[in-house]
Nanobody, 120 residues
């Protein structure tokens, strides 16, 4: 089992910055990828950014150039640096770890989420 705890959410003005952190614990090995997803009120959960064990990153078009994902494997932590925030970035942000098992299956683990509100 993998447990994930997010932190760093809050209220920020448009144009501001926030840094989200997600610390993993438990069976933290063979983590193929880490990522951030978000869900705005009345909308489906969507991918924000992912980073593989090799360091390859992927971003949603809506956040490219503004958000940066990084990971610290020594701390089992993934980060999301969010700059130039917009009101449309308001959402609950969820951390995700994908664990690879010996039979080649992937299992997703999720944090409980942290609320980011962008408003003046």
């Amino acid at each position: 089992q993998v447990q994930l705890v997010e932190s760093g959410g809050g209220l920020v003005q448009p144009g501001g910055s926030l840094r989200l952190s997600c610390a993993g614990s438990g069976s933290i090995f063979n983590i193929a990828a880490m990522g951030w997803y978000r869900q705005a009120p009345g909308k489906q959960r969507e991918l924000v950014a992912t980073i593989t064990s090799g360091g390859s990153t992927n971003y949603a078009d809506s956040v490219k150039g503004r958000f940066t994902i990084s990971r610290d494997d020594a701390k089992n932590t993934v980060y999301l640096q969010m700059n130039s925030l917009k009101p449309e970035d308001t959402a609950v942000y969820y951390c995700n770890f994908q664990k690879l098992y010996r039979d080649a299956t992937l299992e997703n683990y999720w944090g409980k989420g942290t609320l980011v509100t962008v408003s003046s």
